[in-house]
């Protein structure tokens, strides 16, 4: 179920299967009609929740501006 942009990067992210840039992200999160939401609103959403939980949150800043799920390098 998608409620929040976070929940919405994550379905993203999980159906790439590979890190994304914030532009990327949101441009997919528009074509699939989750969710509406600029390039600046995936980074921040993505940056608050990383500072927030550091290693607790499921996100994973990759390089300089791509993002991915945690749960790929605990595989």
Do not use: C, H
């Not at 790439?16 to 600029?38: C, G």
């Not at 929740?49 to 595989?75: A, H, M, P």
Request: proline fraction near 3%; charge should be negative; hydrophobic fraction near 40%.
């Amino acid at each position: 179920m998608i409620n929040t942009i976070l929940d919405a990067i994550e379905f993203v992210l999980e159906d790439l299967a590979e890190p994304q840039s914030p532009y990327w992200l949101a441009s997919q999160m528009e074509e699939m009609k989750l969710w509406r939401a600029t390039e600046r609103d995936v980074r921040a959403a993505l940056e608050k929740d990383i500072k927030k939980w550091g290693e607790e949150t499921q996100f994973v800043k990759v390089g300089d501006d791509e993002y991915g799920l945690r749960s790929w390098d605990e595989s």
